[in-house]
Structure formats: C-alpha cells, structure tokens
C-alpha cells in the first residue's frame, strides 16, 4: 500500500512541471479542498488495490480471512488513508522527479524495515518492537496479524490499531497541508 507514495509524489511533481498546479490554485477553492480533491483518487485506488490483493490470496491461494473477515474493512480503509496521507506529505516537500525517486523510495523501505515488514515483528529486538510503533506500517501489520492469525479477534486491538493509523493519516496530511499553504511557486 505504501509504494503509493511514490505515485502520488510523482503526479505533484508533473503538475508542478506542467503549470497545472498554479491554475489549480487559482481557482475558487481553498488549498485544503485542493489538496483532499488530489487525494481522493489516490485513495480510491488504494483501496480496490489492497481489496484485490486479498480477494486474489483467497482465491488463487486458498488465503484465509480469519474469523471476522468484515473487521479487514476498517483496517484497509485506515492504512489506505495514511498512505495517501503520507504520499500526500512528501509530494509537498520534494521539488524534482529525482528526489521522489531518491526520498520517496527511501522512505517507504525505511518505514518497511523499522516496521517489520520484511521480517514478522515478534523477531525483532524489543527496543526494536517499541520502535516500529512509530511507522504507520506496524500498526497495519498488528491489526492484519490480529485478524488473520487469531481465532478470537481483540477487537480492542483492531480499534487501537485503526486509531493510530488515523492518527498518522492526520499528522501527514497536515504536515502536508502547511507546506502547500505556506508555499509560494
């Protein structure tokens, strides 16, 4: 879900380049309702992509849902908007086609890392455990695991998760939102 951030930064950074961005902004709409119009395509995207991921693991895999397969819904939707939201957040720091590559890829595999997405959490060092919970990609990952790993879901857990991906979404989409505010092309 996070590789998105690369596509949404590289769509800025062409509507920089093409002018596009500065008629957008003289339009009648406020930064704020620009900046969520961009997003919600990238959003819709990102949700029908991860549904189809799962929907492909169950039936081309045999993939299990877990017991409550519904409670997938709420995290897919929450870890779809922080990535936007993150995508979001870079497209207004970068400035060239260079630095989506350098940064945005950067940053995705560095959250990865830190997260444990390239090894299962329970592997890493407990500092490293504590760690990870600053990466919106851990939270995703704990409610997934709790989800498809359990035989009976810790709602608790889900809801705590889902939160915090929240949480990340609006931090990123303000960080975001500022610096297109402030910026002047």
């Keep these: 879900v996070f590789f998105l951030v690369n596509v949404m930064a590289r769509s800025f950074v062409a509507e920089r380049e093409l002018g596009t961005l500065r ?13 969520v119009g961009k997003n919600i395509p990238f959003y819709c995207l990102s949700v029908v992509q991860t549904a189809l991921l799962f929907l492909s693991g169950r039936v081309i895999f ?15 939707v929450c870890t779809s908007l922080a990535a936007t939201a993150l995508g979001l957040m870079l497209a207004t ?21 830190i997260s444990g997405c ?22 995703a990952l704990l409610a997934y695991d709790e989800i498809l790993s359990h035989q ?24 975001g939102w500022l610096k297109f505010r402030t910026d002047r092309e």
């Design 23 to 35: 008629r957008l902004r003289l339009a009648p709409i406020t930064p704020l309702g620009l900046l």
């Design 62 to 76: 045999g993939m299990s849902w877990g017991t409550e397969p519904w409670l997938l819904i709420p995290v897919i």
């Design 93 to 113: 720091l970068i400035r060239s086609e260079s630095q989506v590559s350098a940064y945005g890829n950067a940053l995705v595999i560095i959250l990865a890392g």
């Design 118 to 139: 390239f090894m299962p959490r329970k592997w890493l060092p407990a500092v490293m455990q504590d760690l990870s919970l600053g990466t919106p990609h851990a939270w």
């Design 152 to 175: 009976h879901v810790l709602h608790a857990q889900v809801a705590k998760s889902c939160l915090a991906l929240v949480g990340f979404a609006t931090m990123f989409f303000a960080v």
